[in-house]
T-cell receptor
Framework: KNQVEQSPQSLIILEGKNCTLQCNYTVSPFSNLRWYKQDTGRGPVSLTI?????NTKSNGRYTATLDADTKQSSLHITASQLSDSASYICVVSDRGSTLGRLYFGRGTQLTVWP | NAGVTQTPKFQVLKTGQSMTLQCAQD?????MSWYRQDPGMGLRLIHYSVGAGITDQGEVPNGYNVSRSTTEDFPLRLLSAAPSQTSVYFC???????????????FGAGSRLTVL
């Protein structure tokens, strides 16, 4: 069964600290993995996309990694800011169908305290 | 560009009432979709459309109808609202997610629906 599991479910850190969010998936055949950030009361916004051949990709203070062999991805946030408080959602796409179905994780709720 | 616009942002309905959630995009995207988001659950696909005149069911389509008469608009209709349909609804669009799924989804701001 194709699934996307995220951990931890929630996380509280102090401003300025680093943190890492995890995403494990069983989606096959794999096409790509995308991390979205969802602020409270808003729709998700894409942070980065990882394809099969990519190991690491950065977007400012956000760095995503992908290990396609173990089917794991992580999102590392450096020097956290209050504005990083949000839910982070991992979305995996398959290539087993013409449409490329999307599988959503339940998200990690990150709270950054001053 | 306005992106994806959803209306209304908030709505309260009584059981059995019907209503339509509106979604419009100005990016000429082929693909449009509706999701619902419930506490502790991931986003779940209700219905989607790969172009004007073409719609299909997603993971949780029961109790909802859609139509796509134009490229820009993709309304979601609740035929007879039930408390189980209390949720936050998101419309999302993309140029296309044919085959690769590589195209990013652009989400609306959401519509929070409460059914009493």
């Amino acid at each position: 069964k194709n699934q996307v599991e995220q951990s931890p479910q929630s996380l509280i850190i102090l401003e300025g600290k680093n943190c890492t969010l995890q995403c494990n998936y069983t989606v096959s055949p794999f096409s790509n993995l995308r991390w979205y950030k969802q602020d409270t009361g808003r729709g998700p916004v894409s942070l980065t996309i990882m394809t099969f051949s990519e190991n690491t990709k950065s977007n400012g203070r956000y760095t995503a990694t992908l290990d396609a062999d173990t089917k794991q991805s992580s999102l590392h946030i450096t020097a956290s800011q209050l504005s990083d408080s949000a839910s982070y959602i991992c979305v995996v796409s398959d290539r087993g169908s013409t449409l490329g179905r999307l599988y959503f994780g339940r998200g990690t709720q990150l709270t950054v305290w001053p | 560009n306005a992106g994806v616009t959803q209306t209304p942002k908030f709505q309260v309905l009584k059981t059995g009432q019907s209503m339509t959630l509106q979604c419009a995009q100005d990016m000429n995207h082929e693909y449009m979709s509706w999701y619902r988001q419930d506490p502790g659950m991931g986003l779940r696909l209700i219905h989607y459309s790969v172009g004007a005149g073409i719609t299909d069911q997603g993971e949780v389509p029961n109790g909802y109808n859609v139509s796509r008469s134009t490229t820009e608009d993709f309304p979601l209709r609740l035929l007879s609202a039930a408390p189980s349909q209390t949720s936050v609804y998101f419309c999302a669009s993309s140029y296309s997610i044919i085959r690769s799924g590589a195209n990013v989804l652009t989400f609306g701001a959401g519509s929070r629906l409460t059914v009493l």
